[in-house]
């Protein structure tokens, strides 16, 4: 094969949607309700282990457990709420792939806000400032002639 | 001038903070359950299944539950230490084997010295979860009232056992 067509391939998984593996990562549970549900919620938690995967793309052991728990709570009738709190108390706030709001998060969740902001801030600054450098500004006879110096003409006549 | 000033100063600030990153290490987590009650668990003996070990049996003792597997490679690196510590009789080590086979668990501990009080056997990793364990090996340090006082997260270090897990030991013991 070749490195082009290689590519192509890598390309072509790469953007497969994360969900695609996971939903192939988790065994076919009777219940298909049960079963978005057990997918849903492993797509939310992080694979503590792998980190940049979430539990339902990882296929580490503990991935593995930590499914099986998820599953095993939903069929004893335990809502989405009490799962996700069962993985947090364990494994904490990191598990979340969405971390909640909190004093400690806050510049996590402003953090892009304030960076446009201030990137519009800036901007703005920046074209205030340049308002003063009219392009059509007339030159002084000295510019003028000093340039014609350097363009080696002699000269030249004030522009209409 | 300024204009040099500005850019310059936020690519030092930026600096700073990639180099402070470089220092971290993603794999530690800040683990949830230090200060609160250990996980209630009761589980079999590894060398001898018929007795069973609970979490309530070291009430009134401060003591380390060591996560170990006979396939953990790291477990190899930080067991002379434990060997070491356990040689001390400071602490009382208990060894949590986690998802191992009973035999090879058993093997593992004749070749490499056994330094736990007792280990049990946690085979499908149920207590590991409990505990919140991700990256065997993994070390807890429990009071007298049966907290979780510390976690090391990965194989222990001299530095480790000697800066902080011997000291907090030997002041809860105290306590």
Redesign the interface.
Known sequence: MSVAALVLVALWVGAMPASAFGAQALPTMEDPIAATRAVRLSDQLRC??C?NQTIAESNA??AL??RQ?IREQIAAGKTDDEIIAYM???????VLYRPPLKATTLLLWAGPGLLFFGGLAVLVRVLRSRRGLEPGAPLSPEDRERAARLLGAGPTKEAP | MNKLLIPLGVFLVLLTFLFLGLGLN??E?????IDKPAPHFKLAQLQDPTRTFATGDMKGQVWLLNVWASWCVSCREEHPLLVALGKTKLVPIIGLNY?DEASAGMKWLSTNGDPYNLSIVDR???V?????V??VPETFVIDKNGTIRYKQIGPLTAAALEQKIVPLVRDLQNS
């Open positions: 503590l282990v980190q052991e503990l457990d930590l728990k947090v108390d364990r494994y904490g706030d990191f | 993603p794999r987590i800040p683990s949830p359950l998802k499908d990793g149920r590991g979860i409990d505990f919140g991700y990256g």
